[in-house]
């Protein structure tokens, strides 16, 4: 990873108040893709039984590349997630970690946003992705 790069992805920690950017804090299962001002794209994969550290994810839309179950964990929160391959959905800004408990691998993409969300729309502790 270049210097600007790193200075890029702090950057953008610092202004999202995010405490653990997922490329820094799981190197080996997310990657940068591309990056301009408004938005940053992440690809994520794993295999069976791979699972990440807690990290946090600014307000994306997630696009699944393959069909996949996996175990999300905050806190004392736990959900188990069935996604079908090529699937679009929501991730509210979170912080979690996860757990592939199925029996294929996972990959998919991560469009984050930079802008913050509107005054009023966050909802309470979202977990995981949703359709709206």
């Known amino acids: 990873m270049s210097d600007s ?16 950017d997922p490329v820094i804090s799981n190197p080996g299962l997310y990657s940068v893709v591309f990056e301009n001002e408004r938005v940053r794209v992440l690809q994520y994969a794993d ?15 997630m696009i699944t590349l393959t069909a996949f179950r996996r175990r999300l964990v905050a806190g004392e929160k736990s959900i188990d997630v069935e996604m079908p391959a090529e699937t679009a959905r929501w991730l509210t800004a979170q912080r979690h970690s996860g757990e592939n408990v199925g029996e294929t691998d996972t990959r998919c993409i991560f469009v984050e946003l930079k802008e913050p969300a509107p005054a009023g729309s966050e909802p309470d502790e979202v977990l995981g992705p949703t359709a709206r």
């Open 47 to 61: 295999s069976p039984g791979q699972a990440t550290v807690p990290h946090d994810h600014p307000d994306s839309v």
């Open 5 to 20: 790069t790193l200075v890029l992805h702090f950057r953008r920690a610092y202004l999202l108040g995010m405490k653990s």
